[in-house]
């Protein structure tokens, strides 16, 4: 993977988080370094459990393109019951990678060409002291793992400012162990 201009898609439902897990990603990137980050939310009826989409866009240059994302590096998804329901995949690069969220075994999983990331992050959340369905901190460890796109203590560090009044030490257990617990298959 190109590490001077990579296109992440988050695929999530209403109510889990997905824009505010990109837009840590996006505040950790440019405190990295990228001098180009771009997030564009998509979504369509604005309620809990609709499927929502965001890009994240991160470049080493500016980024003068806006527009949602076509050919993703990475497809990050918060509940792999939308796999049914959606072509997460679509556009996905060849070698790109997906990190799911899901209570089913790694082995279940063939997409072929690509490489796979996955960990029950919902149990994890409610393991580190989240209500049930909150798995956007949960799911940036799995894809530090899946990338090391940034590094997890700089992730981390976004977790707990984002949640500074909201439980920080439990968003960012949540994340520490779905790092640590993720399974990887590039």
């Known amino acids: 993977m190109n590490k001077e201009f990579i296109e992440i898609r988050w695929h999530g439902r209403g109510g889990q988080g997905a824009i505010t ?6 505040g950790a990137a440019f405190i990295s ?12 009826t604005e ?18 393109d806006l527009s949602p994302i076509q050919t993703p590096d990475i497809i990050v998804v918060l509940d792999y019951l939308l796999l049914k329901e959606v072509d997460v995949t679509c556009g996905l690069k060849p070698g790109g990678i997906i990190v799911l969220n899901t209570p089913k075994a790694f082995e279940s999983y063939s997409f072929k060409g690509y490489s796979l990331a996955t960990a029950n992050i919902t149990a994890i959340s409610v393991e580190a002291g989240l209500p049930h369905g909150m798995v956007n901190t949960g799911i940036i460890g799995s894809l530090e793992k899946a990338t090391s796109l940034l590094g997890i203590d700089v ?12 439980k920080p030490e439990k968003n960012s257990l949540a994340a520490k162990i779905a790092f640590e617990r993720t399974r990887v298959r590039g």
């Open 33 to 44: 370094g990228y001098l180009g980050v771009v997030m564009a939310p998509t979504f369509g």
């Open 47 to 64: 309620r809990r459990g609709a499927p929502v989409m965001t890009s994240l866009k991160i470049s080493r240059e500016k980024i003068c």
């Open 21 to 26: 897990a990109a837009k840590i990603v996006a």
């Open 155 to 166: 992730l981390i560090k976004g977790i707990e400012e984002e949640f500074r009044t909201q």
